[in-house]
C-alpha cells in the first residue's frame, strides 16, 4: 500500500492579492495550500501523485485557465479543478464543466461555496485514486498471467467450461482446468462472477 | 475662443466690401460733389467773358456820347442783355446739373447703406487725431450703442473687456499702417455673450489718421460651431459608453478581482476569529489587504466613472505606453473569450506626449475592437500592438490583426462616417478614431499587411521632457 499523504489545494491565479486571501481562507479552514501565480509555475511543478485539487482562475494573462485545464487533463491522474471566473461567460463555463470541471464558481466566491467545493473534490480525487489504485494492482495481477492464462481467462469470464475451453484452444481439458486453477490464484479470486467484475473493471479503465 | 488676430484671412466678399466703403464717411460725403466737380462749365466762364467785354465797350460808349455812336451804344446793350440772358441760363443749368449730381450721390450712399443693412455689415470709421469715431445704424445695433459718434473708449465700450484693449490697440496701429486686419471679439449683452467679427482698414493715401471698416454679428455662427463641437463630444461619449458596453464583463472582472480578495480575507479573518486562532501579525497584514483592496476597487470605479463621464478634454504629459498597458488590461479578458491572442511590444524608452488619456485609451479600444472584429469567427486570430518612435520625432502606435485586411475599395474611404463592413456596425468608431488622432494634432492612416490583415497606425507629435 502508498502511504495516504495529506491533500494539498493548488491554487493558481495571476492576481496576487486574491491568491493570498484565497491561500488565508483555506488555510483557515484547515487545508493545505499551495499557491501559484503563474499557471506555467504550476504547470512545472505539478506532481499528479499528490492527491488534492486545484482551484484555477479562469482568465489568466500568460494562460487561460482552460487551456490549463487541457494540459492538468492530458496525464493519467486528471486532477479534479475548481474555476472561479470574473465574468460569467456561459461560452466558457460549458466548455470547462465538458472538459471535466468540478465546479465552475463566480467571484467574489463566498467561503462556503468554495469550501463545499473543495471538499467535494478532494473527496472525488480520493475516490478517484483509491480506484486507479485498485485497477492498478489488478493490472498489476492480470500482468502476471502468461498469455495462455489470459486466453484462458478470456474464455472463463464469457462462461465457458473447461471442455469448451480445451477444444478452443486445442489443448486437453486437464491443461485447462490447470490453466483456470492459476488464473483463479494470480487473480485473487475464489469465484467466476468476482473474475468476471475484474474484467469489467480492466476494461472500463482500458477503455479510458 | 478667437481674440484679435493680425494678418489673419479675409473673405474675398469682406475684402470687396471694405474696398467700397473704405472712404465712406458722413464728412466726405457731403463735400463730394464739390470736390469732384471738375471746376465750372466751360460755358459759363465763356459767357461771363463775353459780358465783361460788352460792358466795356457799353461803357466807352457812354463816355463819348457822340450821336453816331449810338447805334454802336444800342448794339451794345442789346448784346449785353443777350449775353445777361445767357449767364443766366448757364447758371441755372449748373444749378440743376448740381443738384442732379448731389441726387445720384444720395442715391448711390442710399444704395450702399441699405445693401449694408440688409446685409447685416456695420460701417464704421475712426480718425485718430480727433479721436472720434462714426457710425452707420447697423453698427450702432449690432454693438448695442446709442450715439453714432463719441471716441475710441466709447466705440469699444461694450466689448469683453478681455477683447477692449486688444480692439483699440489694433485700431490705433491700424490708424498708422496701410494693412488690412480682421478680428473677433466677444461683446456682452444683456442675453449673454455675443461675437462680433471686425473688418479694419488701415489709414489709406487719401486719408492719414484715418481708419475705417466693418463689423457683422458672428453669434449665431458662434453657436453653431460650439453646437457641432458639443454634438461631436456627445458622439465621442456615445461611442466610449458604446465601446464600455462591448468590454462588458472585462470591467466587472476587474472589479471583482479586488472584491473577491477581500470577501476571501475577511472570512478568513472570521474562521481566524471563531477558532480562535489568534496571530496579531497575521491579521493585522489581512486587515491591512482590505484596505488595499478595497483602494484598488474605489480606482476601478473611479475610472469607470470616468470613461463614462462626458468630461471636457484634459490635456495632460503622458506615456503611450502606459495608454496601452491599461487598454490592454482592460480588454484582456474580452479577448480570451473571444480567443483573440493580443500581444505587445512596446518601446523600451518613455513616449511623452501631450495628450486626453481618457480619449486616447478610447482611440486604442476602437482599433483594438475592430482588429478583433475583422478575426471573428478565425481560429488563432493574432493583435500585435507595437508603440517607437518614428520621424517628426512622433510616437508611433501600430495595431496589427491577421484578419481579412481591408477591401481596396473602402482603404481609401477608412475613415469617412458610416462606412462600415461590419454587420453590426454604425461606422464611426474610425471616423471618431480620426476625430481623437487630429486633435492631438497626430495622425492616423491603415494599410494591409504583405501576408494577411491589417495595420492601423497612430503617430503623435512627442514632447520635450525635463530631464
Not at chain 1, 133 to 158: G, P
Not at chain 2, 109 to 119: D, F, G, K, L
Not at chain 2, 166 to 189: H, M, N, P, Y
Request: glycine content about 6%; aromatic content about 4%.
Amino acid at each position: 500500500m502508498i502511504p495516504a499523504q495529506a491533500p494539498q489545494i493548488f491554487v493558481v491565479d495571476d492576481d496576487p492579492s486574491v491568491l493570498t486571501a484565497l491561500k488565508r481562507l483555506l488555510n483557515s479552514a484547515g487545508f493545505s495550500t499551495r499557491t501559484f501565480l503563474s499557471p506555467l509555475d504550476f504547470l512545472s511543478a505539478h506532481d499528479p501523485d499528490v492527491p488534492g485539487c486545484a482551484v484555477i482562475d479562469v482568465g489568466m494573462d500568460k494562460m487561460s485557465g482552460i487551456v490549463l485545464q487541457e494540459r492538468l487533463m492530458l496525464g493519467a491522474q486528471p486532477r479534479p479543478i475548481i474555476f472561479l471566473t470574473g465574468c460569467d461567460d456561459v461560452r466558457v463555463s460549458v466548455q470547462a464543466m465538458k472538459a471535466g470541471a468540478l465546479d465552475y464558481l463566480s467571484k467574489p466566491v463566498s467561503d462556503q461555496a468554495l469550501l463545499a467545493a473543495v471538499e467535494q473534490a478532494i473527496d472525488t480525487d480520493r475516490k478517484a485514486r483509491a480506484n486507479r489504485q485498485e485497477v492498478e494492482e489488478l493490472r498489476r495481477r492480470y500482468e502476471s498471467l502468461t498469455l495462455r492464462e489470459r486466453e484462458v481467462m478470456a474464455q472463463i469470464v464469457r462462461g465457458r467450461l473447461n471442455k469448451q475451453i480445451a477444444f478452443d484452444l486445442g489443448i486437453v481439458e486437464k491443461t485447462a482446468k490447470v490453466h483456470r486453477g492459476r488464473v483463479m490464484e494470480k487473480m485473487q479470486v475464489r469465484s467466476v462472477a468476482a473474475l468476471v467484475r475484474i474484467a469489467e473493471r480492466l476494461e472500463q479503465a482500458g477503455e479510458k | 475662443m478667437r481674440g484679435l488676430e493680425k494678418g489673419s484671412p479675409i473673405s474675398p466678399t469682406a475684402k470687396a466690401l471694405n474696398s467700397v466703403f473704405a472712404h465712406l464717411s458722413p464728412e466726405s460725403l457731403t463735400f463730394l460733389p464739390f470736390s469732384a466737380g471738375s471746376g465750372l462749365p466751360r460755358r459759363l466762364i465763356i459767357s461771363l467773358l463775353i459780358t465783361a467785354i460788352l460792358l466795356c465797350l457799353f461803357a466807352l460808349g457812354e463816355i463819348f456820347k457822340t450821336e453816331g455812336l449810338s447805334a454802336y451804344r444800342d448794339g451794345v446793350a442789346i448784346l449785353l442783355t443777350g449775353s445777361a440772358a445767357v449767364m443766366t441760363l448757364s447758371a441755372a443749368q449748373l444749378a440743376r446739373v448740381n443738384r442732379e449730381r448731389e441726387k445720384l450721390v444720395r442715391e448711390s450712399v442710399q444704395h450702399i447703406t441699405q445693401a449694408a443693412r440688409n446685409a447685416g455689415i456695420g460701417l464704421w470709421g475712426w480718425t485718430a487725431v480727433r479721436d472720434r469715431f462714426w457710425a452707420n445704424a447697423t453698427f450702432l445695433e449690432i454693438l448695442g450703442l446709442q450715439q453714432n459718434e463719441g471716441t475710441l473708449e466709447d466705440l469699444a465700450a461694450p466689448l469683453d473687456p478681455e477683447d477692449r484693449s486688444r480692439f483699440s490697440g489694433l485700431v490705433r496701429e491700424a490708424a498708422q499702417k496701410r494693412d488690412e486686419w480682421e478680428c473677433e471679439c466677444r461683446l456682452i449683452r444683456e442675453s449673454g455673450t455675443g461675437w462680433v467679427r471686425f473688418h479694419i482698414n488701415g489709414a489709406s493715401e487719401i486719408e492719414e489718421d484715418q481708419v475705417s471698416g466693418s463689423v457683422i454679428d458672428i453669434t449665431a455662427q458662434h453657436e453653431t460651431l460650439a453646437e457641432a463641437a458639443n454634438l461631436r463630444h456627445s458622439l465621442t461619449h456615445l461611442t466610449r459608453v458604446g465601446l464600455l458596453g462591448q468590454l462588458g464583463g472585462a470591467l466587472a472582472h476587474e472589479l471583482k478581482q479586488p472584491l473577491t480578495a477581500i470577501l476571501s480575507n475577511a472570512q478568513a479573518l472570521q474562521r481566524m476569529v471563531e477558532h480562535e486562532d489568534l496571530d496579531m501579525t497575521e491579521i493585522r497584514a489581512v486587515i491591512s489587504d482590505i484596505i488595499q483592496d478595497d483602494t484598488r476597487a474605489a480606482a476601478v470605479i473611479q475610472h469607470l466613472r470616468s470613461l463614462l463621464k462626458p468630461g471636457e478634454f484634459h490635456s495632460q504629459v503622458l506615456d503611450l505606453n502606459d495608454i496601452v498597458r491599461e487598454t490592454l488590461e482592460l480588454v484582456h479578458n474580452e479577448m480570451i473569450t473571444r480567443r483573440v491572442a493580443i500581444s505587445c511590444a512596446a518601446d523600451e524608452a518613455r513616449l511623452p506626449v501631450t495628450g486626453d488619456p481618457i480619449q486616447l485609451q478610447q482611440l486604442l479600444l476602437n482599433l483594438i475592437f475592430n482588429a478583433a472584429d475583422a478575426m471573428a469567427g478565425d481560429k488563432g486570430g493574432m493583435i500585435l500592438i507595437t508603440t517607437d518612435r518614428i520621424e517628426g520625432p512622433c510616437a508611433h502606435l501600430a495595431v496589427t490583426d491577421t484578419g481579412q485586411g481591408i477591401e481596396p475599395d473602402v482603404l481609401s474611404r477608412l475613415f469617412e462616417p458610416f462606412i462600415s463592413t461590419k454587420t453590426q456596425g454604425v461606422g464611426l468608431g474610425l471616423p471618431i478614431s480620426r476625430a481623437i488622432v487630429l486633435s492631438h494634432k497626430g495622425r492616423i492612416w491603415a494599410q494591409n499587411n504583405p501576408g494577411r490583415g491589417a495595420t492601423f497606425h497612430v503617430a503623435l507629435p512627442l514632447i520635450q521632457e525635463k530631464p
